[in-house]
């Protein structure tokens, strides 16, 4: 297989590993800055809007960013989301961290990227035909 893939499987882990973890932690750091119930769920509707529209972006958008373009961004957006909050307790900041963050609240990894490198490794698969290496396909 493409080194590529094996880097791409990597990171999946690694992010599905963090996304589990930080879906545990949203909610409780929400609310050891002693935000109300209410605005710990609107934290995680943040996040969940986030996901939504991030994932629409390169469905529409694909052709004129690029996918690589789209990754560069979204992992920026996630360090910034991460500065933001690490440095503020501000709910409006926070809740824009929430957004642009691309966190998952599922525990599992089910935001961009993964629409992304869905759409990237089979361009790698030195095999188009080849699944699961025991079918083929004409």
Known sequence: MNKAI???FLAKSIRTFMFGVISILIPIYLASL???VFYVTLG?????????VFNLLPALYESLIGRKNF???YSLLMMVA???????????LISIALFIGNISVT???????????VGVIPKLVKNPGRVLGVFRFS
Do not use: A, D, R, W
Request: aromatic share 12%; net charge negative.
């Open 6 to 8: 094996y880097l791409i």
């Open 34 to 36: 002693n935000y109300p």
């Open 44 to 52: 995680i509707f943040f996040v969940v809007l986030g996901n939504v």
């Open 71 to 73: 990754l560069i961004m």
């Open 82 to 92: 991460g500065i933001i909050l690490l440095l503020s307790s501000n709910l409006v």
């Open 107 to 117: 525990g599992t990894e089910t935001g961009p990227f993964q629409s992304v490198e």
